[in-house]
């Protein structure tokens, strides 16, 4: 779990934990680099919750269980480049690591629909129903005779709900690692979040039901939006959009520290961004399309004091110009 709401953290040290994300991939990382990273991380739980936070929203070291970050400070071992390697960092701090990687990986693997990273992905269910998986996403379906479910293994989900013709008008519902959404003739969207999961109503409505407190249920209609945890729900906020704009095609900016906006783009991409701390906090607005990756980058080194340092095939540093 986060120490903190990701939105209390500092942009300057989300982007020195994008920094660390990116070193430790390089094929140069040394002993020593591993070290003082381990340092930076045990210093202060701010620089635990941005670590998660960075991993959780890039997860591309495949190699690596994103559950076992914080269990690898004991681990002399911290080479993250091959699979054999990840294995030996999961012996080193527990059976029950490897297992939830295993579990978590094999369930994405094996999901019925999935999309690969910088994929945006349409289904049409055999109810009528349409889904769409956001960039790395994955969900499994399974229609009985008395209900449509649809399960979320990963990512973030939209869906537009058909009616049922069956005879016993089954209800369809999203389950997710908080709980369970259940739709109400509409159009909404769920998303796996590090802390807690995030759903919101287009059109119609949806009643969110926490895993483990069934005492508490609330329904939200069109233009409300709301977190909830295994145990909570919490405050509804207004939804101005009319469908998400990741599935439009768009990586939408409103006012967010560039230190937020490339983690986010960083899940649609095969390689890494990263910013130094003296640009972290300089902020984002705009609608940018993500199938032109490269323009992104152009138009943020045309309105912000920063240039863009390549620093291996795959890692672009943003940096004051």
């Known amino acids: 779990m986060l120490q903190k709401n990701s939105r209390d953290i500092n942009p300057a040290v989300l982007a020195e934990a994008a920094e660390w994300f990116a070193l430790l991939g390089a094929e140069s990382t040394s002993p020593k680099d591993h070290e003082q990273w381990q340092a930076w991380l045990a210093a202060k739980p701010e620089h635990q919750a941005a670590w998660q936070r960075v991993e959780f929203f890039t997860h591309k070291f495949n190699s690596l269980p994103a ?3 914080l269990s690898a400070l004991n681990s002399p071992d911290l080479q993250r480049r091959q699979a054999l390697k990840a294995l030996a960092v999961c012996c080193a701090v527990g059976l029950s690591s490897w297992q939830v990687w ?8 094996t ?3 999935r999309s690969g990273v910088g994929e ?5 269910m ?3 129903s349409v889904v769409t998986l956001d960039t790395a996403s994955a969900i499994d379906v399974d229609f009985s005779p008395h209900l449509r479910r649809l399960t979320l293994v990963r990512g973030e989900v939209y869906i537009e709900t058909a009616p049922d013709h069956s005879s016993t008008h089954r209800p369809f519902v999203v389950d997710c690692a908080a709980g369970r959404v259940r739709a109400l003739g509409t159009r909404f969207s769920v998303r796996e979040q590090p802390t807690d999961c995030h759903a919101a109503v287009y059109q119609g409505a949806i009643n969110i039901q926490p895993a483990d407190n069934i005492a508490v249920s609330q329904t939200l209609k069109a233009g409300q939006a709301a977190n909830f945890t295994r145990q909570r729900i919490d405050m509804v906020t207004k939804l101005e959009a009319h469908q998400p704009a990741w599935s439009q095609g768009v990586l939408l900016a409103d006012n967010l520290p560039l230190s937020e906006f490339v983690i986010q783009l960083n899940r649609y991409r095969h390689g890494y961004i990263t910013c130094t701390p003296d640009v972290a906090h300089l902020r984002i607005v705009g609608a940018f399309p993500l199938n032109d990756q490269e323009r992104i980058l152009a138009v943020l080194q045309e309105t912000l004091p920063i240039r863009m340092s390549k620093q291996t095939p795959f890692w672009v540093r943003i940096e004051r110009r």
């Open 111 to 113: 999901a019925d629909y």
């Open 126 to 128: 055999a109810d009528g």
């Open 102 to 109: 295993r579990q978590g990986y094999w369930q994405e693997w």
């Open 120 to 124: 945006i992905q349409t289904f049409t």
């Open 67 to 69: 559950q076992s970050a």
